[in-house]
C-alpha cells in the first residue's frame, strides 16, 4: 500500500484529455513539488514534469500537471497510441525523510 | 552524453550479501545526489536509497535500513549500494539515477538497470 495513492488504471480515446491523479498528505504532496515519470514496457522510468510543471527537453506540451493541497495531478492532452504506458508520482516526505513513488498508473488508450 | 552503468546483479541465496555499483559519466558527477530506486518484477517503482553529491548524508526506505548501505566515489564516478541479509522480497532490478541541484527530487537520468534474485 502506497503512503502515495494512483488509480491503478486509466484509458482514453486518441485525442482525447486524460488525467491521473496521485494523493498525499502534509508531510509530502503538501510541502513538496511532485514529479512524475513514464515508463514504457521493458524501458526505465521517463522524467516526464518535475519541480512545478517544468519538462525536460523533448517532453511534449501534451503533459502537464496541477497541484492542489495534498493531491497532484498529471494532464495528458491530445491522448496518442505511443502514450500507453505506466505513469509514476513521486515526492519526498519531510516526516518519514525518504521518497515515495505512487504505485503506478496503467494507462490504455482505445 | 550523460550514462548511468550498473553492475553486479545475479543470483543470490537468502542471507546472503550482494554489492551493486554505478558507473556515472558524461556529468559533473560530484554536482549531484543519486538515487537507487528498485521495481520487483511486475510491481511498481519503489526508492531504496539516496546519497548527497558529497556522500555526507544518506538515507534509506524502511524496508531496507540496517541491511542496505549506499556510499559514494566522486573520484571514480561510481555510486554503490551494498545489500547484506538479503531477502526474497529484495528480488528486484535496481536502478540508479542521477538527481541534479535544484530539481527538487527529480531522476533526470536511469541507468537499465541490474536485476538482482534472492533464491535458494
Known amino acids: 500500500q502506497s503512503v502515495l495513492t494512483q488509480p491503478p488504471s486509466a484509458s482514453g480515446t486518441p485525442g482525447q484529455r486524460v488525467t491521473i491523479s496521485c494523493s498525499g498528505s502534509?508531510?509530502?504532496?503538501?510541502?513538496?513539488?511532485v514529479n512524475w515519470y513514464q515508463q514504457l514496457p521493458g524501458t526505465a522510468p521517463k522524467l516526464l514534469i518535475y519541480n512545478n510543471n517544468q519538462r525536460p527537453s523533448g517532453v511534449p506540451d501534451r503533459f502537464s500537471d496541477s497541484k492542489s493541497g495534498t493531491s497532484a495531478s498529471l494532464a495528458i492532452s491530445g491522448l496518442q497510441s505511443e502514450d500507453e504506458a505506466d505513469y509514476y508520482c513521486a515526492t519526498w516526505d519531510d516526516s518519514l525523510k525518504t521518497l515515495l513513488f505512487g504505485g503506478g498508473t496503467k494507462l490504455t488508450v482505445l | 552524453q550523460v550514462q548511468l552503468v550498473e553492475s553486479g546483479g545475479g543470483v543470490v541465496q537468502p542471507g546472503r550479501s550482494l554489492r551493486l555499483s554505478c558507473a556515472a559519466s558524461g556529468f559533473s558527477f560530484s554536482s549531484s545526489a543519486m538515487h537507487w530506486v528498485r521495481q520487483a518484477p511486475g510491481k511498481g517503482l519503489e526508492w531504496v536509497s539516496m546519497?548527497?553529491?558529497?556522500?555526507?548524508?544518506?538515507y534509506y526506505a524502511d524496508s531496507v535500513k540496517g541491511r542496505f548501505t549506499i556510499s559514494r566515489d566522486n573520484s571514480k564516478n561510481t555510486v554503490d549500494l551494498q545489500m547484506n541479509s538479503l531477502r526474497a522480497e529484495d528480488t528486484a532490478v535496481y536502478h540508479c539515477a542521477r538527481d541534479p541541484p535544484s530539481s527538487g527530487y527529480a531522476f533526470d537520468y536511469w541507468g537499465q538497470g541490474t536485476l538482482v534474485t534472492v533464491s535458494s
Open positions: 502534509s508531510s509530502n504532496i503538501g510541502s513538496n513539488t
Open positions: 546519497i548527497w553529491f558529497d556522500g555526507s548524508n544518506t
